[in-house]
């Protein structure tokens, strides 16, 4: 299994990541990051990764087959 880390470092990569605000005021969220470098909010509102203030965790593996 992977082990992820919080970094203030954005993403510089498509995927899948792990977000949270800089005070911690809400529960961490997944979210995709596109190839010109925007997300989504949980409101349905876009933003550009390098204006988002947080930290970041990530890019998410995803999982294995059974038996691997």
């Known amino acids: 299994m992977a ?3 919080w970094s203030m470092e954005k993403p510089a990569a498509a995927g899948w990541y792990w977000f949270r ?3 911690h005021e809400a ?3 997944i979210v995709q990051v596109d190839e010109v470098g925007q997300f989504q909010w ?3 509102g876009f933003q550009e990764v ?3 203030k947080g930290e970041w965790a990530g890019p ?3 999982p294995g087959e059974t038996g691997e």
Request: proline share 17%.
């Open 3 to 5: 082990e992820y880390r």
């Open 21 to 23: 605000g800089p005070a």
């Open 27 to 29: 529960d961490p969220f």
């Open 42 to 44: 949980p409101d349905g």
């Open 50 to 52: 390098t204006l988002a």
């Open 60 to 62: 998410i593996q995803q």
